[in-house]
């Protein structure tokens, strides 16, 4: 089980938790597993099976870009964290 | 520029800065650099209050201010640059004011204008230090586009609901804002604070992390947020920095900084338009020739008791949301949901605060079973009925 860190305009979908544990051995497997339990938050994450150009996701505190991106493997205790950018100031 | 070349402060200056002075780490040569130093905030709102503030506070010399806009009263919840006695005021002046009588040797440039692809380059060349506090994507990225093409270190914040992100783009030493969110999100999934709400202490503690890494680029002190994004979680009090990296295909800084082209960044709503639409002024003609419109407002309560147009019916798009999915899923009744008080039979001028959620709501709607035909989406909503009749 991963440990997976929501911003709160996600946490609508997961009953206001910020944080959820979900299986998979992969990022990839992580988040379609996470985005299975709610229809909006696959639509957040994913267009076309690609991870969306506004969402950022980090393993241990590194963006997946400098790892295996999606692929990248997934141990029980890692933490994931899901960033959607934001514009307001 | 050479420590011979930085200016002397003044006696006053002296005294005003003696607790800077007597950091170690930070000293007279700091303070002289902050002197001679320049920065440049996109912004003069929840973010670009305290960052102007504390910028001036400091002693940065030489401090820009871009925002078109004038003071409202509902910026004040966090914007406290500002305060009731400038409502109505332009917020560059309003909060030059505030600066100068924090510090009366800073030099506030006002620029009262959009920033544009037009006009970015021109305003921006003239500083050391851009901060980004703008509220939109089209123009975080721009500012992106301009300093990567300029060689200029972005501060860049952003702020909604309770969470918070710091970092600092300089294409010159890392990644820039594109190689970390290389297109912003549709505008469907892309609320502002106005429609999505914002803590207004908030901006206050991201605009002031802000404040701290314009200083340290000015000065040379510490490491800069280069490479790096801190997130901060308002709810659970917590911040994380998680590692970015230079992105090798980045449609803005992986060629020639000279090649980069400014480009008008349009938001795109992904979400099909279904129903229809009609501008204020074109509700205004039907609601005078006595038409039996329904005008339903999906706002919060709180946003109603900022005013409504009178007549509306007032259902809060959570309240809808709830009803739509018990028709849909849960085999309700539609008379037996707060959907009964919309009629069928004739047309609905759905609004919300901009225009956003009453769209989503007629989606929704269609979906129960209205005809499409029959829900109108007010354009730019509530924000344009008050334009109108204001």
């Known amino acids: 089980m991963a440990t997976v860190y929501l911003p709160s305009s996600l946490r609508r979908y997961v009953d206001q938790r910020s944080t959820i544990a979900v299986p998979g051995e992969t990022v990839s497997a992580v988040l379609t597993n996470l985005a299975a339990t709610a229809q909006g938050l696959h639509c957040h994450l994913f267009a076309a099976d690609k991870l969306r150009s506004f969402v950022f996701v980090s393993k241990n505190g590194q963006d997946i870009r400098l790892l295996n991106g999606l692929e990248t493997p997934v141990e029980s205790g890692d933490q994931i964290r899901i960033l959607s950018s934001i514009a307001g100031g | ?390």
């Open chain 2, 1 to 390: 520029m050479a420590v011979q070349d930085l200016p002397e402060l003044s006696p006053s200056e002296m005294r005003r800065f003696g607790r800077h002075l007597v950091l170690p780490e930070f000293g007279l040569e700091r303070q002289r650099r902050l002197k001679a130093g320049s920065v440049l905030l996109v912004g003069a709102g929840g973010l670009g209050s305290p960052t102007a503030l504390y910028l001036a506070a400091a002693g940065v010399g030489r401090i820009g201010l871009v925002d078109p806009d004038v003071v409202e009263e509902t910026n004040l919840q966090r914007q406290i640059a500002h305060g009731h006695s400038t409502l109505g005021r332009q917020k560059t002046e309003s909060a030059a004011q505030r600066m100068r009588d924090l510090n009366p040797d800073v030099v506030v440039e006002r620029h009262d204008v959009f920033l544009t692809v037009e006009n970015a380059l021109e305003i921006i060349a003239g500083y050391d230090v851009v901060v980004d506090g703008t509220d939109n994507f089209p123009t975080r990225y721009l500012v992106n586009d301009a300093c990567a093409k300029l060689g200029k270190p972005n501060v860049f914040g952003g702020v909604l609901r309770f969470d918070g992100q710091v970092s600092v783009f300089d294409a010159s030493r890392g990644p820039c804002y594109r190689c970390v969110f290389p297109e912003p999100p549709p505008s469907e999934l892309a609320p502002n604070c106005a429609e999505a709400g914002v803590l207004g202490v908030l901006p206050g503690v991201i605009g002031a992390l802000q404040a701290t890494e314009a200083i340290k680029l000015l000065s040379g002190l510490g490491e800069p947020l280069i490479g790096r994004l801190l997130v901060y979680d308002g709810l659970d009090l917590s911040f994380q920095t998680v590692d970015l990296m230079k992105a090798s295909g980045c449609p803005c800084c992986s060629g020639r900084p000279e090649d980069i082209v400014l480009r008008e960044t349009r938001m795109v709503c992904s979400a099909p338009t279904v129903g229809g639409s009609l501008s204020a002024d074109e509700l205004q003609t039907r609601l005078d020739a006595g038409e039996p419109i329904l005008l339903l407002d999906v706002r919060n309560p709180p946003e109603w008791a900022g005013g409504t147009i009178p007549g509306a019916l007032q259902l809060s798009k959570p309240d809808i949301d709830q009803a739509v999915q018990a028709v849909l899923h849960e085999g309700a009744a539609r008379e037996g949901t707060s959907l009964a008080a919309i009629p069928r039979d004739r047309d609905v001028v759905v609004y919300c605060q901009s225009g956003m959620r009453s769209s989503a709501v007629i989606r929704e709607l269609v979906a129960a079973g209205y005809e499409a035909s029959r829900l109108l989406n007010l354009d730019r909503g509530f924000s344009a009925w008050v334009g109108r009749n204001t």
